[in-house]
């Protein structure tokens, strides 16, 4: 286990220090962006189609515009005029900022309505009238392909259908060559559906843009402020708004989870309708309107895995079709379409795999939002690990004496990969291991054999995921051509006391207390001392925001480098004020010595006074350091989770009675922290596994919009969840650490659906797509007993 | 989640009430704690244009032993019958369905009499008060009137109550010795409107042979139902 260098004052790493932020969070004074008021503000609410696929025949304001304090409505049209109706997309797709003609999905943006305040607004909006011309809606992907399908982006030149891309990666006529002649070749359609970002907090803005500063400000629920303004400057750049006069801040941010990466088209109307009225424009996005727009995972996938007759894994083989709605708008930072998505071959040792992907077009939403996982990690992470319990049943063998046999063996790392990643280290026996003695796993398995023998239905499930996390060097990642380096600044005051800023942005991850304790670990100065700020471009250094557990393998390691850049300048201070040559200086967290003399001494708190009051001739003064990381590889936290359910044959209810997860994610920075993001991951993850899902019918109207009937889990729906760590460093980042946040939202949903699917085995079920509902699984049940 | 204009009306007695509802007429909605009505305005499925607040009158929140009736004023909160230590006493299956209904910030201002009269199958409270053979006595324009339970739920949002009519009190018949129920509620999430939920009250004679049984259902049907068949076995 790690051990703590510093004292609990000092707070370094290891340390379970209270979080520095929770004091205004508990009492109530967060600013969020709704907080903001700025003199002379208006409100912006937007008109949204009842239709997912019409033309607009006709928009009439005059209603609108009639009710006191409705100040303007503005349509496609009047965006037009200054080219900014679409926007591009990170993926070189276009979308519609607002529509002149064509309605692509159900709740898209008609046009907006600025009125004195959000009453006024709300009403404007209902007044009004547009004329529509419903069309049949294109909503299930599979037809999207067909023959005759109609063509829903002939906006754009050159597409004939509705394919948007295809992607494969791997050797496809070897694997296939290698799963013809397997003895045991087991296939499933796995799909993944579409879920919902439920923040607490909904997206919005304000936007004021001064006319006679040719500033704009924008405040902005934004996981990544620097890139925003970067994206609006290249986008409104031919309007006048160029990088030096845009400042972005993000305040408080009410949860993230990848739902406030995009550039959302109410961010660009509020930005244009502040930019023509000159003055302050709010919009903040109500509930149901947050509900039905963006989405995450959508993949169906074919997987085949083929094996030898005693399982060993021979190769894998997904084809996958990705539902992307009307427009891609993945807010994905890879150059990769798919992301990281080819992570697919697990944490197994085999050498032949193909993956492919076409992405099409729907009459749906657009998205692509990673939720709370590495770009398109979740779904990859889902089909390897349900695959190989479903080889571990095919053969009768048990799922965790099937993945030991398989397992990527300690002494392999770094391991290429089949599909060419380089995965830094990992000890996944140890960590299997750890989770079956937490678990008592022996103990189940007898367990169930009696309950089966009484011809009750229970479950054990493993999950045993790798996750590619910390986006990432420059080679693989980028926005807009910028490489996804971070960045920390920080500035050493004379007292000893220091404020550090980052280009990442927390969301709730406790980044104002982590960032300190690696400073606090690095310097030796109390991370009580250590002030921490991030999300306003003006002062912040240029980041690429907080997901993609990006945040520690990025800023965090920047935080350590700006560190040590301090600390080397320190060692010639110390050397000064003690009389000694640099050689003769050592240093232990917090005070330089002289080498076999260890009371001379000089605090680093001596040592950064003295850089403004008495430094070595012609040394530059000030302790101020700045570093930008551009990683060297991507971290791959991993760990093994196992689940144990009982499912009522009558009613199809499920009851998770145990949940163990054991998590490698390296060195770990503050405990607390990491099992406060376990918790919370493990509970987005039972959430897509029983409870999550957005359901479309025929015409693609949403048909769970409200949380009434969108079941998201809360603590009570919670099982009591187990955690532990086994720690293998990363090799490669200044900390040892690989970030956390994401992994158990990605391995939880394949544990929980093993589980299920492990508890209906005896009724001759093999597998259930998530969410796995009781109603799903009485179906299930009912059916196999007519077979 | 803003709803439409609407005027406030706030009513100092039941007579006053009455008025003001005959006086604004069909447009006119009745609100006593306004759990279930304000999120339908919120979301703009109802929108009235005057809302005639009656939270306020006095004597409407009682819960008694009367004569041969419980009597429960139509004011009284859910939590005050979650609490009652007569209702914990003598008639468990209130508190123990009602600890079940949405969560304590909505039980503390959500009315009995309003829960019933928003004539939502979905609610829980419909099928107690089938399962306990209840009375709803109401206050119209020609007085008051008696409304048995088995007549009272006429269709979706709709009940025996004329646009002026008040539920004022809610009669259930007193516990016998040998009586008791239970509700059981199957929901998805913890607060959740019912998947479907049943409430059973019965009562013994001395030999403990089951005399009266009494089965409502909750969100199986457009109305709150009594599960018949159920009940003549």
């Not at chain 1, 070749?185 to 923040?199: D, F, G, M, T, W």
């Not at chain 1, 070595?616 to 936290?637: C, I, K, R, S, W």
Request: hydrophobic residues 40%; proline residues 6%.
């Amino acid at each position: 286990m790690f051990k703590c260098k510093t004292s609990p004052e000092v707070g370094g790493m290891g340390h379970s220090v209270k979080r520095k932020e929770d004091a205004r969070f508990l009492h109530g004074k967060g600013t969020y962006v709704d907080d903001v008021k700025l003199p002379g503000q208006l409100t912006m609410v937007m008109v949204r189609s009842p239709y997912a696929y019409a033309k607009i025949k006709n928009i009439n304001k005059e209603k609108a515009l009639a009710i006191p304090g409705v100040l303007a409505v503005i349509t496609g049209y009047d965006l037009a005029e200054y080219n900014l109706h679409w926007m591009p997309t990170l993926l070189s797709d276009t979308q519609m900022v607002l529509p002149t003609d064509t309605i692509m999905h159900q709740s898209q943006e008609v046009c907006a309505v600025i009125a004195t305040d959000r009453y006024i607004a709300v009403d404007g909006a209902e007044a009004v009238e547009v004329d529509y011309e419903p069309m049949k809606a294109l909503v299930d992907p599979y037809k999207a392909l067909d023959e005759g399908a109609p063509l829903l982006r002939p906006d754009k030149e050159g597409q004939k259908d509705n394919q948007i891309y295809h992607w494969e990666k791997g050797d496809r006529e070897k694997t296939d060559e290698v799963i013809a002649k397997a003895d045991v070749v087991v296939k499933e359609r796995i799909y993944l559906p579409r879920i919902h970002v439920a923040s607490i907090e909904t997206c919005g803005c304000v936007a004021s843009y001064d006319k006679d500063t040719e500033k704009l400000k924008v405040y902005l629920t934004t996981q990544a402020p620097h890139a925003i303004r970067t994206i609006i400057a290249l986008v409104a750049g031919h309007i006048g708004l160029s990088e030096e006069k845009i400042r972005i801040i993000a305040p408080d941010i009410g949860g993230g989870f990848g739902g406030k990466v995009p550039m959302y088209p109410s961010y660009v109307v509020a930005i244009a309708a502040s930019f023509l009225i000159g003055k302050p424009v709010k919009w903040i996005e109500d509930r149901s309107e947050n509900l039905v727009n963006g989405f995450a995972r959508d993949y169906h996938m074919d997987c085949e895995l083929a094996a030898t007759k005693d399982g060993k894994i021979q190769a894998f083989k997904v084809s996958t079709l990705a539902d992307h709605g009307y427009t891609d708008s993945s807010a994905n930072p890879s150059k990769y379409p798919t992301g990281m998505f080819s992570i697919c071959t697990g944490s197994y040792d085999y050498e032949h795999a193909f993956a492919e992907l076409d992405a099409v077009y729907t009459n749906k939403a657009p998205g692509g939002v990673a939720y709370r996982c590495s770009f398109r990690v979740t779904e990859a992470v889902h089909a390897i690990e349900r695959m190989v319990d479903k080889l571990a049943a095919e053969i009768g063998k048990d799922p965790a004496q099937l993945r030991f046999e398989n397992f990527i063996k300690k002494e392999q790392f770094p391991y290429a990969s089949p599909l060419g990643w380089s995965y830094d280290s990992g000890d996944y026996k140890a960590t299997l291991e750890k989770a079956m003695d937490m678990i008592g796993y022996d103990k189940y398995k007898k367990e169930q054999a009696e309950k089966r023998a009484q011809g009750k239905l229970m479950g054990i499930g493993i999950c045993t995921f790798t996750e590619v996390v910390g986006a990432g060097p420059s080679k693989d990642f980028d926005i807009l051509g910028i490489a996804m380096f971070d960045s920390a600044e920080i500035r050493v005051h004379p007292t000893g006391k220091a404020l550090a800023r980052f280009g990442t942005k927390s969301q709730g991850q406790g980044h104002e207390t982590t960032y300190a304790q690696i400073l606090a670990e690095e310097l030796g100065i109390p991370y009580t001392d250590i002030e921490v700020e991030e999300g306003d471009t003006d002062t912040a250094p240029y980041g690429l925001g907080t997901y993609a557990s990006r945040s520690t393998p990025t800023a965090g390691a920047a935080a350590a480098m700006a560190a040590r850049k301090l600390k080397a300048k320190g060692k010639k201070i110390a050397a000064y004020l003690l009389e000694v040559s640099e050689e003769d200086i050592e240093w232990e967290v917090g005070k330089y010595f002289v080498k076999g003399a260890p009371e001379k001494s000089k605090t680093i708190q001596d040592v950064a006074f003295a850089a403004y009051t008495n430094f070595p001739p012609g040394m530059e003064p000030g302790f101020e350091a700045t570093h930008y990381y551009d990683p060297p590889n991507l971290t791959f936290p991993n760990g093994a989770y196992i689940c144990v359910v009982e499912v009522e044959e009558e009613t199809g209810a499920i009851d998770v009675k145990r949940f163990v997860a054991i998590d490698d994610c390296g060195n770990i920075i503050n405990p607390m922290i990491v099992e406060g993001q376990v918790h919370g991951g493990l509970t987005q993850g039972i959430a897509p596994a029983m409870y999550e899902g957005i359901v479309y019918d025929d015409e693609g109207n949403v048909l769970n919009g409200t949380f009434m009937d969108y079941l998201v889990p809360t603590a009570v729906e919670s099982p009591h969840w187990e955690t532990g760590h086994t720690i293998t460093p990363s090799p490669h980042h200044p900390l040892g650490a690989k970030g956390v946040a994401e992994s158990p939202t990605v391995g939880a949903p394949p544990a929980i659906a093993n589980a299920i699917i492990d508890a209906l085995a005896p009724l001759g079920i093999k597998h259930l797509d998530i969410p796995i509902t009781p109603a799903k699984v009485w179906e299930a049940i009912q059916a196999h007993k007519k077979k | 989640m803003i709803p439409s204009n609407f005027s406030y009306h706030k009513a100092t007695s039941i007579k006053d009430a009455i008025a003001l509802s005959q006086t604004h007429g069909e447009e006119a909605k009745y609100m006593s704690g306004g759990h279930s009505l304000l999120p339908m305005m919120k979301l703009r499925f109802a929108s009235p244009e005057h809302i005639i607040d009656i939270s306020k009158i006095d004597g409407l929140s009682y819960i008694k032993e009367e004569g041969d009736f419980l009597k429960l004023g139509a004011l009284t909160t859910q939590s005050e019958m979650e609490y009652s230590p007569l209702i914990k006493q003598k008639y468990a299956i209130f508190s123990d369905a009602i600890k079940l209904t949405a969560d304590p910030s909505v039980r503390n201002v959500g009315t009995i009499g309003g829960n019933i009269a928003h004539g939502d199958a979905a609610n829980d409270q419909p099928a107690l008060m089938l399962a306990m053979r209840a009375t709803i006595i109401a206050e119209g324009l020609n007085g008051q009137k008696s409304i048995p339970i088995d007549e009272f739920f006429h269709g979706f949002y709709m009940t025996a109550l004329e646009p002026s009519d008040i539920l004022i009190e809610i009669q259930v018949p007193k516990a016998k010795n040998r009586s008791g129920g239970a509700y059981h509620k199957v929901e998805r999430k913890v607060g959740d409107y019912a998947t479907a939920g049943v409430a059973v009250h019965v009562e013994l004679d001395d030999s403990g042979i089951c005399q009266e049984i009494g089965i409502g259902l909750t969100n199986v049907s457009a109305v709150p139902m009594r599960l018949d068949r159920g009940e003549d076995i």
